[in-house]
């Protein structure tokens, strides 16, 4: 099946700003076809979607995070990333990178962000 695997996160203060990564590998089908997405899960809640991005370049975000974070592709590299700037703690999370459902591929581990001053 499908692998994914995010890269990018760490530890940053409040304003600051990190590139996600997510790297797609194994079989897959038709993936300029295929709506893709970030997801976040905070402590103590569920995996919430974050930003989508059609398989033209159409993009829509969460209100917690528009104007702030940026999503985009490339789907010759089978990639697909999320620019955020200005984070505060509340984006404190561990984000996965997906399909925009239904039919999702298998979840990643994921990569840590941590805002915290």
């Known amino acids: 099946q499908v692998q994914l695997v995010e890269s990018g996160g760490g530890l940053v203060q409040p304003g600051g700003s990190l590139r996600l990564s997510c790297a797609a590998s194994g079989r897959m089908f038709s993936i300029r076809e295929v709506a893709l997405a970030w997801y976040r899960q905070a402590p103590g809640k569920q995996r919430e979607l974050v930003a989508t991005?059609?398989?033209?370049?159409?993009?829509n975000y969460a209100d917690f995070v528009k104007g702030r974070f940026s999503i985009f592709r490339d789907n010759a590299k089978k990639m697909v990333y999320l620019r955020m700037n200005d984070l505060q703690p509340e984006d404190t999370a561990i984000y996965y990178c997906?399909?925009?459902?239904?039919?999702?591929?298998?979840w990643g581990q994921g990569t840590q962000v941590t805002v915290s001053s």
């Open positions: 997906n399909k925009d459902g239904p039919f999702l591929y298998s």
């Open positions: 991005i059609s398989s033209v370049g159409s993009t």
